[in-house]
């Protein structure tokens, strides 16, 4: 009988032969993912370092993200970084958002078991325990990252069946409430508010809200509101009145804010029409002497700097919160005797407008085009949003919205 076969993507013993050049030679055979073997070598100053530069060269030829071929004894740490290092098309954020999860809940629970120790009960009981912990969102999340993660053991030959879709435990969430947008009174009393407001004026914040409620656009894509051209046309058109929503301020490890050249969703890249008061506030930022040498729209005060969309959503939170509240007295913050156990300030939920968040401007924009007899589709081109009878549609193809959209939303 004869000698069974290396299994595929591994390799076998390593060899070392002495070069006329005085160098090293480490070489092993290595069975390719096309059931091949071939002889892999490479050559080093010393023994040692050959043996190096071999397995250094092995690694990156075994498999997904170069940490050895998935099998169903595989850890699910190396499964992890196999569907990681693998090209899923995310944006920053949605890569971000995964990297967290998966450090903080997916690998305390998961990640010293091999693939075939995952069942569809331990990954309900984890599941269930990462909700008490973190929440459903992140439950969810989690939920997400492994059966993406199993997808691809699947793909692989490790695993037939996916645990996580065979898991029957139902996170618990929450009833969402029902959206609730803001009434053109009250659109216009916190526009007053906002322009009326010190705090507002000292962190730039009332034409940010004017442009999210004149576009529907997310605060990401607002704050990366910017000059310049693209294939030879301009991204903000004053005169046209037209505005190219392409990109979206992120926060990148190691490298800080950016603008991502891409929106959230591939159904975010749109055209819109711009109403005219946001045009001529748009023209008196562009025209300010003291405006900063810069493509942003809406720079960080005095930094001129891109802004960073959590920032400016914890400074609409706390000016929300503070308007016209009585309890707090307009601080936005409980008293000074109420901190979390990390010595913050809480905020206050009482006002009569705490309810409000940067999201539901989205939301008011939708509402007065519904109310003003727009289509779905048109209401749906106008946020960003995919149709929802299809999945991703050819958006490259979008013209720009209906210029009507301007009219209403400049009422």
Known sequence: MG?????????????????????????????????????????????????????????????????????????????????????????????????????????????????????????????????????PGAAKTARACLSGMFSLAIDDGALTANPVRDATVRIDTTAKKAPRALTAGQTARLVELFHASPRAAELDLADIVDWMLATG?????????????????????????????????????????VVQPRTKTAAGWRIIAVPEFAVDMVRRRLASPHRPDTELVFSAPFAGTLRDPNSVSGDLRQLLDSFECEICGGTGFQPATSRTAAGRPVRCAEGPWSWVTSHTFRKTVATRLDEAGFTPRQVADQLGHANPSMTLDVYFGRQVVSAEAARVLGR
Do not use: C
């Open 3 to 135: 000698r069974p076969p290396l299994p595929v993507g591994t390799f076998g013993k390593i060899g070392y032969l002495l070069l006329q050049s005085g160098e090293v030679q480490a070489r092993a055979r290595f069975r390719d993912f096309d059931g091949r073997t071939r002889l892999v070598s490479k050559t080093g100053v010393s023994r040692a370092a050959a043996e190096r530069a071999l397995k250094a060269e092995l690694a990156a030829r075994r498999g997904p993200g170069g940490v050895g071929v998935i099998t169903a004894s595989s850890r699910v740490s190396a499964l992890v970084e196999a569907w990681l290092d693998a090209d899923h098309g995310w944006s920053t954020g949605t890569e971000r958002t995964y990297r967290s999860v998966i450090r903080t809940s997916v690998l305390p629970a998961f990640g010293q078991l091999t693939l075939q120790e995952v069942t569809p009960g331990r990954v309900g009981r984890a599941l269930t325990a990462i909700a008490k912990r973190s929440g």
């Open 217 to 257: 656009a997310r605060i990401g894509e607002a704050v990366a509101l910017r000059t310049g051209e693209t294939a030879g046309r301009p991204l903000l058109d004053l005169d046209a009145g037209t505005w190219e929503v392409n990109a979206t301020a992120v926060r990148v490890p190691n490298q800080g804010m």
